[in-house]
Every structure is written in C-alpha cells, then in structure tokens.
C-alpha cells in the first residue's frame, strides 16, 4: 500500500487548510484511513480516523474544528481542518490499515505551520 498526502502549507490562526491522501497498490485491503501528526519535540498523535463505511473518531483536541472524510471510489481520505492554532503545527501523516485501531501503513509527512 502506499500512500501520497498533499495540501499542508502555511496558514495565519484561525484560518482553514484541506489536507488529502490517495492511496494506491494493494488498496482492496484497507477498510480504514485517517491522520496522524508530529508537532515539533513531541511524539506523533492520532488526529482522526474513518472506515469506508463513515465511521469516524477524533483526538479531543481537534474535534469540533477538523472534519475527516472518504471517497471510496478514488481511495482519497481527506482532512478538512478549520480554525487552525498554532498548536497544530505539526508534520501531518496519512494512515492506512483494516481497522480504526489498526492503522499500520504510512505515507510521507506534509507539513502544516501555523503563524502569524
């Protein structure tokens, strides 16, 4: 499986980015994808999570202010992040797996900066 992430950027606070990922190769068996995120010093977090039937979680930091959605047809998850603070700077990892709890494939890291 691999997976290509695009979209991250720089943005000013409280303003918005959409990150996306496509997933290709032996796709057929993944059921789940989501995001992960390694803001700088500090370990990589779980950001959100959906299977390809909707299912979806959220860490608690994000929730209310990012959305995670899938397009089964093209295999693309995609991170819709609202009212961005500094603290989600962050390299943001696309994940991949055949379970919310088992998202084991990773694709390369997009970076998101927040600041003014």
């Known amino acids: 499986v691999q997976l290509q992430a695009s979209g991250g950027g720089l943005v000013q606070p409280g303003g918005s980015l959409r990150l996306s990922c496509t997933g290709s190769g032996n796709i057929f068996s993944i059921t789940a994808m989501g995001w992960s995120r390694q803001p700088p010093g500090k370990q990589r977090e779980l950001v959100a999570g959906?299977?390809?039937?909707?299912?979806?979680n959220y860490a608690d930091p994000v929730k209310g202010r990012f959305t995670i959605s899938i397009d089964n047809a093209k295999n693309t998850v995609y991170l819709q992040m609202n009212n961005l603070k500094p603290e989600d700077t962050a390299v943001y990892f696309c994940?991949?797996?055949?379970?919310?709890?088992?998202?084991?494939?990773w694709g390369p890291g997009t970076q998101v900066t927040v600041s003014s």
């Open positions: 959906i299977t390809r039937r909707g299912t979806t």
């Open positions: 994940n991949a797996g055949v379970s919310l709890g088992s998202l084991k494939y």
